[in-house]
């Protein structure tokens, strides 16, 4: 399994590997405990983890999010990018297996992340430059050694991804998608993609925990004004958090302006 998130150039589509998806499209497949190649899916892996997977895996394991990012984690900067690339850190067996497997199955199955739910499936962002708005592309692509392929049980993208319980995963993927995209240019100047903007916009994007109690226990209310309704969902709710630190990231890097908050 691999990065279920790339970006695609639209000329070149016919050239990826797997079968591209179309809505109305059908794939064959099927997974149960009893088939030949269970959890063997979950070995070897590149898998990417998006700042909604984070949440619902470190409260899933009862973690803050530094400490999940800390034991679970390995981050990656790539020099084709400027924003580090988190994947799930593999056990340290020849198999590299994931952390989260056990011999009855994946332990946090009900909070895995959309690259789980999305397999055999793998989703590509086709970005348009004229209307600046993104949507997902599909591929079926299964490993060779998967059986679940073989299996008569028919999908189309949509009927797999409620199936799945994908939907709002997908969504989130694609809504973190439109800001990674903006990382594609260097928007860091001197101080490289170690310095302290990177580290803020890594903090505000992956690390919610952290990123409340500079919130709400900095001078950040002192310096901006923030409506009182998203002040109080943002306490509370990760999820609202998350979407909260996209737009802060956009302002903080960009000068993108935003209706959520304002300087005092």
């Known amino acids: 399994m691999y990065n ?40 070897n892996l590149n898998l990417f983890l998006y700042p909604y997977d984070v ?22 900067l790539r020099n084709s990018n400027f924003f580090p690339e988190v994947l799930l850190g593999m056990s340290g067996d020849q198999e590299r297996t994931c952390p989260f497997l056990s011999d009855a199955g994946c332990t ?27 949507k997902l592309i599909h ?28 939907v709002v995963y997908n969504q989130m993927t694609l809504l973190w998608s439109e800001i990674k995209r903006m990382f594609q240019d260097n928007p860091w100047g001197l101080e490289g993609p170690e310095g302290p903007k990177a580290k803020m916009a890594f903090m505000a994007t992956y690390n919610v925990d952290q990123f409340r109690d500079f919130l709400f226990n900095s001078t950040f209310l002192k310096r901006y004004k923030l409506k009182s309704a998203i002040r109080k969902t943002i306490r509370n709710d990760d999820v609202e958090l998350m979407k909260f630190g996209f737009e802060w990231v956009k302002f903080f890097i960009w000068g993108i302006q935003t209706k959520s908050f304002k300087l005092r």
Not at 21 to 32: M, N, Q, V
Not at 142 to 155: I, L, R, Y
Request: charged letters at 25%.
């Open 4 to 43: 279920s998130l790339k970006y695609l150039d639209i000329e070149n589509l016919d050239s990826l590997p797997g079968i591209r998806l179309e809505d109305g499209d059908t794939f064959s497949f099927r997974c149960c405990p009893g088939i030949a190649c269970f959890n063997r899916c979950c070995r």
């Open 55 to 76: 949440i619902f895996l470190k409260n899933r394991l009862n973690l803050p999010s530094d400490q999940f990012l800390d034991k679970y984690v390995d981050i990656v």
């Open 108 to 134: 946090v199955y009900p909070d895995r992340p959309d690259t789980c739910r999305t397999f055999p499936v793998e989703q590509g962002v086709y970005y348009d430059a004229a209307s600046k708005t993104t």
């Open 139 to 166: 591929f079926f692509r299964p490993p060779d050694f998967c059986m679940g392929q073989h299996e008569k049980k028919v999908w189309t993208i949509q009927a797999w991804a409620q199936d799945q319980g994908a």
